[in-house]
């Protein structure tokens, strides 16, 4: 995507959701072999958004908000669709982490890793 509106930040995001995708599909390929496929391209999209989002967000950042965005949404899809549980506790530290990752957004320059 060549427009300029599509910027580090927008590929970290979807290598994040992708992430959540791999995830899933790898939890969903223990009973179903077939989610091994949606594993690979899940997979190979994430880390290819990931190192797009590297061209322009220092590498600490971007996976830190990578695997914060993939953890959290690991998290929402393993109660919303697996039935694990959610306490109070988990509640409020997944609050910590999201608010940390928001932190990390806020506080970075976006201009440290130019190649």
């Keep these: 995507m060549s427009d300029p509106r599509w910027t580090g ?3 970290l995001a979807l290598a994040g959701l992708l992430e959540i995708g791999f995830a899933t599909a790898l939890k969903l390929e223990q009973t179903r072999p077939q989610f091994l496929y949606v594993f690979l391209v899940c997979a ?3 880390f290819d958004f990931l190192a797009r989002a590297l061209k ?3 590498l600490g950042t971007a996976y830190a908000v990578w695997t914060g965005i993939g953890s959290v949404g690991a ?7 697996f039935g694990e549980g ?3 506790v988990r509640l409020a530290l997944l609050g910590v982490l999201v608010a940390a990752l928001i932190g990390l957004k806020l506080s970075s320059s976006g201009k440290g ?3």
């Design 56 to 58: 322009t967000i220092p």
């Design 9 to 11: 930040w927008h590929w």
């Design 113 to 115: 890793a130019e190649v």
């Design 75 to 81: 998290v929402a899809v393993g109660s919303l669709l």
């Design 86 to 88: 959610l306490s109070l």
């Design 44 to 46: 190979y999209f994430s």
